[in-house]
């Protein structure tokens, strides 16, 4: 169990580092898919509420880059 929490918590990581450096929108939408991965890192913690704001924020931050 410890393993996948880990590994959660590595996924969360890489996709922000995924998601924020990069202009292009394809590379936006893969950080995002692994950050949203990363989020149940947070669920396993027992932070709901952060882990739903976290998804909410991305998704409106792709929204934006696509329209």
Same mark, same amino acid.
């Given at each position: 169990m410890? *393993?996948?929490v880990l590994f959660l918590g590595?996924?969360?990581v890489l996709g922000g580092l995924?998601?924020?450096p990069n202009p292009?929108?394809?590379y936006g939408?893969? %950080?995002l898919a692994v950050a949203v991965a990363g989020c149940g890192w947070?669920?396993?913690l027992g932070v709901s509420f952060l882990s739903l704001v976290l998804v909410m924020v991305y998704? *409106? %931050?792709m929204m934006v880059v696509f329209v």
């Open positions: 410890i *393993e996948f590595m996924c969360f995924a998601f924020a292009s929108s394809y939408v893969l %950080g947070l669920l396993s998704l *409106e %931050g």
